[in-house]
């Protein structure tokens, strides 16, 4: 594994346990070269999954912009980063035993959308505005509703 801060090509693991998911190991490094010590996770992963983007466009799908993208959904939320590690590895599971190479990026919007609407509303409501591309206020309004008269049935 390369030192992130050397470049160095050789590091010796000091140290690895499962996540608490158990769904990755966490390894902890130390480089040989300048002796800095870092982390890295080791994650199965089942097969390359290719995102369709609405536009047409096709691209490798990425976990990190994924978790990225629930992140700042959950910004300033009393929401555990171990729980949206955990709903982002569950996304990535689903979709891998889909079955299918290729996966309509709105498709992974609705599993987001899913995962969110159980984990925290105001999250959910973010994330709904990006994804439902609210232009106004009123879709606000009207989205905000409809999750408020489902919370109270």
């Known amino acids: 594994m390369r030192c992130p801060f050397c470049a160095h090509d050789d590091s010796q693991v000091k ?6 998911d158990g769904a990755a190991i966490r ?8 002796s800095a010590r870092f982390t890295t996770f080791e994650r199965i992963q089942l097969r390359d999954l290719i995102v369709l983007k609405s536009e047409g466009r096709r691209e490798s799908f990425e976990r990190d912009k994924l978790a990225r993208s629930v992140a700042i959904a ?7 980063a171990a729980r949206i590690d955990q709903m982002v590895s569950g996304i990535q599971r689903q979709l891998e035993t889909l079955g299918d190479a290729e996966i309509e990026s709105q498709q ?18 973010r994330f709904a505005s990006v994804y439902k591309d609210f232009a106004e206020a009123r879709d606000f309004e009207e989205f905000a509703g409809a999750v408020k008269d489902a919370g109270t049935s």
């Open 15 to 20: 140290d690895s346990r499962p996540t608490e």
């Open 27 to 34: 390894r902890r490094r130390q480089c040989e070269s300048c």
């Open 74 to 80: 959950c910004r300033k939320r009393p929401i555990d």
């Open 108 to 125: 992974i919007g609705a599993l987001v959308m899913e995962g969110l609407k159980g984990l925290d509303s105001v999250a959910y409501i």
